[in-house]
């Protein structure tokens, strides 16, 4: 299992609606209908995040998965507990080949360890859903929320409830004639690649993928193959192209820009204006490290580029010294959609020049954005003014 390769899955802007199917990575996958119904919004949602963080190359995914439903139905169980146990409950979805809300690194270790499909693990986990629906910590903290929120969450509870109960386990993509095909034949599946965008380093992912700034990469993904999900191009099949992983991804995000039906919304300021990028499937934040595509003509001083989601960059191409002006209105707008989503991408600001991404860090000060730019920043764009 990729022990480099980690960040935190989210789901699709609402205003995007995507239906299933329609190009989002095998990890994560959602519907509208299936967005965290262990997420409260509040500090509890730690709790899954440490169970995540606690796997490693060593645990036994039922053995990891029975702890945490075992913890989520004791009696002195806390809220982030339910959480955890919930999230369990979405691996044994997985597990028996269903739709499931997972982050990437769950995915991954699922994926990796392709462990057999228990119907007794199974059998708990449909237990330990209703246990926690019925009466649980978690259960008390939604019965204490306004009644559209309750809905909200029975609706999530009833989707997973029904996912788990009917899953079934499909044959693993990799093993596809179709993909396996494409391992030998590079033009065949050169219509099929996507760039999905990763926010850490992958350094030992056994995909094909591009480090592009420290904490941020590219992964390389079949996607549009008639009857099966997305899926990460194994670092096999780069092999046998004799192509390296940069040309490969860089081929990848002209396909992705070729298919998105990318559509643009510019909002206009005194000055300057801030551009939102919103594709048609998951896929559109892997433009972000080729911003380029995202718009005709040049941009000798470069652009500003964020990913708040899996659906969308948003950017503002420097001309003037408005820059700083632009950058801290992109990121009110970043933060805001990033807040919005579920699944969020960074609230990172970048500056992409020639082909190359740095970050520009930045700090919140009461209701203020304090832009701190590094200095090759600073002095390319001091010209500016």
């Not at 919103?278 to 934040?285: I, V, Y």
Request: hydrophobic content about 45%; overall charge negative.
């Amino acid at each position: 299992m990729p022990s480099a390769c980690r960040h935190f899955a989210s789901a699709i802007l609402a205003e995007l609606d995507l239906p299933v199917g329609s190009g989002a990575p095998r990890f994560p996958r959602y519907s509208l209908g299936m967005q965290r119904a262990w997420a409260t919004g509040s500090e509890h949602d730690q709790g899954p995040m440490e169970w995540v963080a606690a796997i490693n190359d060593e645990t036994g995914v039922a053995t990891h998965v029975r702890a945490a439903l075992a913890a989520a139905v004791a009696p002195d169980a806390t809220v982030a507990q339910c959480q955890a146990g919930l999230l369990a409950v979405e691996c044994v979805t997985y597990l028996h080949g269903g739709d499931a809300d997972l982050d990437p690194l769950v995915h991954a270790w699922l994926r990796d360890k392709h462990p057999p499909a228990e119907e007794a693990l199974r059998a708990t986990a449909l237990e330990v859903l209703a246990q926690l629906r019925a009466g649980s910590a978690l259960a008390t903290h939604w019965r204490a929320e306004p009644a559209e929120g309750q809905t909200a969450w029975g609706v999530a509870l009833d989707h997973l409830r029904d996912r788990v109960a009917t899953a079934r386990r499909k044959p693993d993509p990799r093993t596809d004639p179709r993909i396996v095909a494409f391992g030998t034949g590079f033009v065949a599946a050169g219509p099929h690649l996507r760039v999905a965008l990763v926010t850490d380093e992958c350094t030992d992912e056994p995909s094909v993928h591009v480090l592009v700034a420290p904490g941020l990469s590219i992964v390389v993904h079949y996607a549009e193959v008639d009857g099966l999900e997305p899926m990460a191009v194994p670092i096999e099949h780069a092999r046998a192209w004799h192509r390296p992983a940069k040309e490969i991804a860089k081929l990848a995000a002209k396909r992705t820009r070729a298919v998105s039906d990318l559509r643009t919304h510019t909002i206009e300021h005194e000055g300057f204006e801030i551009s939102l990028a919103f594709g048609n499937s998951s896929f559109t934040a892997g433009l972000l490290p080729y911003a380029s595509l995202l718009f005709e003509g040049s941009a000798p001083h470069g652009v500003l580029v964020a990913a708040p989601n899996q659906g969308t960059v948003a950017y503002h191409r420097i001309v003037a010294a408005a820059w700083k002006a632009a950058a801290v209105e992109l990121i009110r707008q970043v933060r805001e959609i990033y807040e919005s989503s579920a699944q969020q991408v960074s609230t990172q600001l970048w500056w992409w020049h020639k082909g190359k991404l740095v970050e520009l860090p930045y700090q919140l000060v009461a209701d203020a954005v304090l832009i701190e730019p590094v200095a090759a920043f600073v002095k390319h764009v001091k010209e500016l003014g």
